[in-house]
């Protein structure tokens, strides 16, 4: 019996002692990986530091727009950046939203490149569809617009694209007058078969599209405009019947009753539009 009472306590001092040894070699471990960890980013934040890791010139910037390489002229007139700063106090995020804030770019991507250390935009710029002119004080100021109705100055997009062929489409008038329903009015007439030249939108109670066909009234805009550009398609036979000249205006205020409003005698028409068409 005291042998077997000898071996167990003889046992249990082995276990003891090997579990000692293996809290010992897990603190050595810790400590080890503490210093490591430490020494990492100590390391970093050194490297981090140097001097190498500064913007110091737009040179260092790359701006595209799709496959176009921006001048470093355009990136800096585009760019609100003191030099030189370090490449880690940075926000990509918060350039892409001032670039965003440009009337010309729709959307913004910037990345840190680190060599050789700089930085990576890529823009999406907004593209017109119609050439805004607006009278303002004493003077009348040309815009571009996009299909999604925003608004850019001239001489922005064109000091983006000197030599970008401006839109056929005008559009006269303030943007109060047309921001509300300029998404489905430009998607009516970008669809139709008959060329819209121009866009009144000075009074606010009458519409007025000037058209291959001749101007177009439309009257107060509404739901119906779409419905109205599609009845003014179906009014494209009219070219072949009279010359613009003789036609003084369309009024399709009442799309289902369409009017013609003739210079000769002030007479009217009432055509009609082919159920197939």
Known sequence: MAGIISVSRTDLAQRRQKLRRQRQLK?????????AITGLAGGLLWVAVQPVW???????????????????ETTQSLLVLSYPQSLWRIEPSAIANSLKKQPTIAQAIVRRRLF???????????VPVAVT????????????????????????YTSLNPTSKLPNLRVIGSPKQYCLYWTQLHEAVSQSSVKVIEIDCQNPTNLILKTELGNVHLG??????????????????LAAKFNSGQIEYIDLKNPEIPLVQMNQENQKLTPKIPKNI
């Open 116 to 126: 050789p250390p700089g930085l990576i935009i890529e823009i999406q710029e907004r």
């Open 133 to 156: 002119q607006t009278r303002g004080n004493k003077k009348v100021i040309i815009g571009l617009l996009d299909a999604s109705g925003a608004w850019m100055p001239l001489e922005k």
């Open 220 to 237: 107060v805009p509404g739901p119906q405009l779409s419905e109205q550009i599609k009845v003014l398609a179906q009014m494209r036979p």
């Open 27 to 35: 603190i050595i471990q810790a400590i080890w990986r503490t210093f």
């Open 54 to 72: 500064m913007l110091k010139a737009p040179k260092q910037i790359v701006m595209k727009s799709g496959n176009k390489l921006l001048s470093d």
